[in-house]
């Protein structure tokens, strides 16, 4: 039988250990018992009223409790809080309302949702019986970081959050975590912009944003990135003619052309530089590729297209002149014939292929950027700024960013083929349910973006590339991107939206939240959900 006087041991040896991670404020509780499981993960707890006095205790805020028979530690949340007058207490009625202030000297009682335990020097699931008294303690920084299994390498994204407080923790997200891929979820004005632009100024691997509004474009230019714009026909003429404009449109008129080498042009700000390609598509160089990536041809067009159009290569607007009869020759079925006509039809009327452009050297076809600085440089941050293109429809915006992530994942590939080494490199889709939306057209469609979904994020993966998407209609997005995002971010959010991503019981949190305020969910940590504050690009 275990002696009252070992029992005291245990109890002290609980309170040395919490106070060696923190301060100790108060006990688990005596009164109520305390019970855990599978389904319900909180604790009561009891802090004396002159500590309560001198410390404050939020809804949110981290703390530990010492375990005395276990011997383990184990991080907790508070999830409410609970004061009672001492006749609430002592269940004595009050026969009049008057008032006794020594009334109000009751202990402050917590509820704690139980985080994570450190058994044997690793962080698991907590599993350990809670003992009453077990010493309840304020941790200090290190212990909430290690017991949250927060990494020190990655791209930082905001700080830890306890109540309405920020920490002085760090949130980053590791080069793990992009590889396996992130859905960022929130409405307007919520933050999600902010939290891609910070990821883009303090990410330390090549990445490139596909931007369709023009909210990166300036960024880029303030961190010295690179900004790739497909051009259309419609703008087509001269070079200096189109940066003039590009620079107007997107505020950047203090920057000056210093020096255009074909489809690259350098601009300079006093000591800032930026550079811009302007690009477009060359039929005989993605009449492979096209098919693929536009909602346009049926399954058997694309195959046919593909056939016809090596024989007979041209521009997009010679290709009926030269390569209808080839197709004739081929007694394709009469459906399969109009797919393909119309189809090109509609990659004419695009605009992006086969784009002429003049400079000081004569007219030329504009064409695409070079890949291999996009993913070489230390680090190369580049914007796809997607606003002329987008002129000409979405499908038109997204065929074109689609082509430019082929060429990126084509060239990465290879890398990985042919020397068996990853590339490190990231890809951000903002208004991600633009790009990868729930078909409402045929299985032909659905299949090929759903290839399209699988080469970036599963075969992606294992070459180094990861991906951000953002959205504030995930309801609208390819349930694929769902299933293959293992990290998710919910910031301020529709209830229907945190629905679909299975993170609704943040609604009445996150809907009141400032910007920046959201919750992480994700594999990495000790943790199931961090609930966090983006920092401010």
Partial sequence: MIERENIRELVEEAKMKAGKEGEVVGLASRDTPISHGKENKEIKAEVPFDVYLSKKF???????????????????????????????VSKIPALSPTEDTS????????????????????????SSPIDPQSPIFVPNILFVKRMLGLPDDGISIGKVIEGYKEMGIEVKLTGEILRHHVLVVGTTGAGKTNLLKVIM??????????????????????????????????????????????????????????KIDGNKVVLKNGEKELTIYLVAFRLSKTYKLIPDVSPFFSAQGASFFKIITESCEGTIDSWED??????????????????????VTLLKNTGILDVRISNEKGNSYLDEPDYDELINDTPAKSVVDLRWVLEKGVSTATMTAFIIAERIFELIDRKYKNQGKETPFLMIFDEAHEYFPQSKRGDDEKEALERLINKIMRLGRVRGIGTI?????????????????????????DEDALEKIGMDEYANVLQASPAGYGVIRTFSLKVHDLIFRALKF
């Fill in 469 to 493: 998407l953002a959205t504030h209609r995930p309801t609208d997005l390819n349930d694929l991107i769902l299933t293959l995002a293992n990290t998710k971010i919910a910031l301020r959010a």
């Fill in 201 to 258: 100024k303090n990410a330390h691997i090549p990445l490139v944003v596909f931007d369709i509004q023009g909210d990166y474009v300036k960024p880029a230019a303030e961190i010295g990135g690179n900004i790739i714009v497909p051009v259309p026909r419609d703008y087509s003429g001269k070079i200096t003619n189109f940066i003039s404009t590009f620079l107007a449109r997107s505020n950047l008129s203090n920057y000056k052309i210093d």
């Fill in 58 to 88: 939020l809804i949110g805020s981290y703390l530990g409790i010492s375990l005395p028979v276990s011997k383990t530690l184990v991080l907790g949340r508070i999830t409410e809080v609970e004061r009672s007058d001492i006749l609430a």
């Fill in 322 to 343: 030269e390569c209808v009869e080839v197709m004739k020759g081929m007694r394709l079925h009469s459906s399969t014939q109009d797919n393909i006509i119309r189809s």
């Fill in 103 to 126: 009334g109000i000297t009751t202990p402050l009682s917590l509820t704690i949702e139980l985080l994570s335990e450190e058994v044997d020097g690793e962080v698991v699931p907590p």
